[in-house]
């Protein structure tokens, strides 16, 4: 064979090899981006989702902590609570499903720890309720009062929880994302 069809074709086989360096790390970093985004949406929902309804359940139990409240006829709190309960219910079973990326790992147990407190919360409440309608007279309206309470506070701090985890996996960017995030920072401080 003559030597310059073996260097040309060495050439294109260091070519070809260095495209597939290229390209493989190109779609492990675009994997990547992806599951981080699909991750993050996915929290967002969940968060969306409970965060609604327990900002709602404590619109309507903040009122009730006074001891000159009643509970209002209009709605019931034990419906209320169910319906809060089904949407914690709903999240732990999404939140288990997650595939955190790299790096997020935690996420996941933080929400179950989050969604756990409110089942704690929920259950306070319910028990407050159910005092509060079968003996509202008695002594033991008190000790309704405190459950509310305790599950109103509980719910706050669920909700506050709930916050600081969303924000910061919205916050968070994979290996990916910082490389694409530095090479057009540093293209935009090169233009000017």
């Known amino acids: 064979m003559d030597l310059e ?7 294109f086989l ?9 390209f493989r790390r190109a779609s492990q970093s675009l994997g990547e981006t ?9 929290v967002a929902d969940i968060h969306e989702r409970v965060d609604g309804d327990l900002a709602a359940l404590a619109a309507f139990v903040g ?3 006074k001891p000159e409240s009643e509970p209002p006829d209009r709605e019931d709190p034990a419906a209320l609570v169910a319906t809060v309960q089904e949407t914690v219910v709903w999240a732990r079973d999404k939140v288990r499903g997650l595939m955190p990326p790299p790096g997020l790992e935690d996420a996941r147990t933080v929400f179950m720890d989050e969604l756990a407190r409110a089942d704690e919360a929920l259950r306070s409440l319910d028990h407050g309720f159910a005092i509060l309608q079968g ?7 008190f000790e309704g009062r405190t ?21 910061r996996v919205a916050a968070w960017r994979s290996a990916g994302e910082q490389g694409l995030i530095a090479r057009r920072q540093a293209r935009t401080d090169h233009r000017m």
Do not use: N
């Open 5 to 11: 069809v073996i260097l040309a074709l060495a050439a």
């Open 34 to 42: 992806r599951q981080t985004v699909a991750f993050r949406h996915d």
């Open 147 to 167: 459950a509310i309470k305790r599950g109103y506070l509980r719910i706050v701090h669920v909700r506050e929880g709930l916050d600081a985890e969303s924000l």
């Open 135 to 141: 003996a509202p007279a008695d002594g033991r309206a």
């Open 14 to 22: 260091v070519l070809v090899a260095l495209f597939v360096v290229v």
């Open 63 to 65: 009122p009730l902590r």
